[in-house]
Nanobody, 122 residues
Framework: QVQLVESGGGLVQAGGSLRLSCAAS????????MGWFRQAPGKEREFVAV????????YYADSVKGRFTISRDNAKNTVYLQMNSLKPGDTAVYYC???????????????WGQGTQVTVSS
């Protein structure tokens, strides 16, 4: 079974940092772009960042640009989201997802992880 499993979420004060990890199920995801999305209570799921298979292309939502960094280590089948200068507005469940195509719409992503909670206090 193909799976994505997120980890690294938690509680942090504003201005702090967290690093999220997403472990993929091996060669099943070879060639896939990997994205991060988040969903706050009562809101729709929103795009955060995406990285191409090679890692040569990345794209970020305006709300996180300059603060978050997406990266991947294909040898470890893992994608990361380094989150710096966190704000209370970053509080959400963060999801890792895989897509054949690099893009923003959630409909492009066919595989999703279970999510990990990130809470940023004032």
């Amino acid at each position: 079974q193909v799976q994505l499993v997120e980890s690294g979420g938690g509680l942090v004060q504003a201005g702090g940092s967290l690093r999220l990890s997403c472990a993929a199920s091996g060669r099943t995801f070879s060639g896939y772009a990997m994205g991060w999305f988040r969903q706050a209570p009562g809101k729709e799921r929103e795009f955060v960042a995406v990285i191409s298979w090679s890692g040569s292309s990345t794209y970020y939502a305006d709300s996180v640009k300059g603060r978050f960094t997406i990266s991947r280590d294909n040898a470890k089948n893992t994608v990361y989201l380094q989150m710096n200068s966190l704000k209370p507005g970053d509080t959400a469940v963060y999801y890792c997802a895989a897509s054949r195509i690099v893009g923003v719409p959630t409909t492009l992503y066919e595989y999703w992880g279970q999510g990990t909670q990130v809470t940023v206090s004032s």
